[in-house]
């Protein structure tokens, strides 16, 4: 089944300790990208990939990293979570970003509470 | 600066009636516009894309229209099931750069039998 997979699913941390999510996606996409909603905001881009070890910044970057080593997986990196990172962050991937036709596909999202 | 808006931020209608969400956007110059439904706690789900050369296009219950000449798009929901509760978003994808998706804030729709 195609789809895209985030662990954990909710997380529950404190400030300033160190923590990742991961993405998983296995439909060959070379696009993936993380996003943060939060209530009247809508989704916010925080970083995308195009392929294998290229990344770019979205919209809200500060205070996240990723990586992509490998075409299937964009984990998302705090290294020093604060509480305005409690989140629900989702993860999605498609073949190309705005591509005429392009469906995006959303993982199932990860709710972050930084405390 | 490239933008999306949506209205009204919240409706309620009652199971079996029809509703109609609009869209705005600014993004120029325009590649695509895409409607999305997510349900609550849950990933979005693509509903309907569309190019400037399309004018309307329909999945199921859902028909989504396009006037690129205005900058307008809408989702038009037909006899609604209690199932259509969700949050209904519009991004825009500019052709300038591709990678980049412009999300609206969402319409919170609520159907109650």
């Known amino acids: 089944e195609a789809q895209v997979t985030q662990n954990p699913r909710y997380l529950i941390t404190v400030t300033g300790k160190k923590l990742t999510v991961t993405c998983s996606q296995n439909m060959n996409h070379e696009y993936m990208s993380w996003y943060r909603q939060d209530p009247g905001l809508g989704l916010r881009q925080i970083y995308y990939?195009?392929?294998?070890?290229?990344?770019d910044k979205g919209d809200v970057p500060e205070g996240y990293k990723v990586s992509r080593k490998e075409k299937r997986n964009f984990p998302l990196i705090l290294e020093s979570p604060s509480p305005n990172q409690t989140s629900l962050y989702f993860c999605?991937?498609?073949?190309?970003?705005?591509?005429?036709?392009?469906?995006?596909?959303f993982g199932p999202g990860t709710r972050l509470t930084v405390l | 600066k490239n933008q999306v808006e949506q209205s009204p931020q919240s409706l309620i209608i009652l199971e079996g009636k029809n509703c109609t969400l609009q869209?705005?956007?600014?993004?120029?110059?325009?590649?695509?516009l895409r409607w999305y439904k997510q349900d609550t706690g849950r990933g979005p789900v693509s509903l309907t894309i569309m190019t400037f050369s399309e004018n309307t296009k329909s999945n199921g219950r859902y028909t989504a229209t396009l006037d690129a000449d205005t900058k307008q798009s809408s989702l038009h929901i037909t006899a609604s099931q209690l199932s259509d509760s969700a949050s209904y978003i519009c991004v825009v994808s500019s052709s300038y750069n591709t990678d980049k998706l412009i999300f609206g804030t969402g319409t919170r729709l609520q159907v109650f039998p």
């Open positions: 990939s195009m392929n294998v070890e290229v990344t």
């Open positions: 869209c705005n956007y600014t993004v120029s110059p325009f590649s695509n």
């Open positions: 999605a991937s498609s073949f190309l970003a705005g591509a005429l036709t392009d469906t995006q596909y």
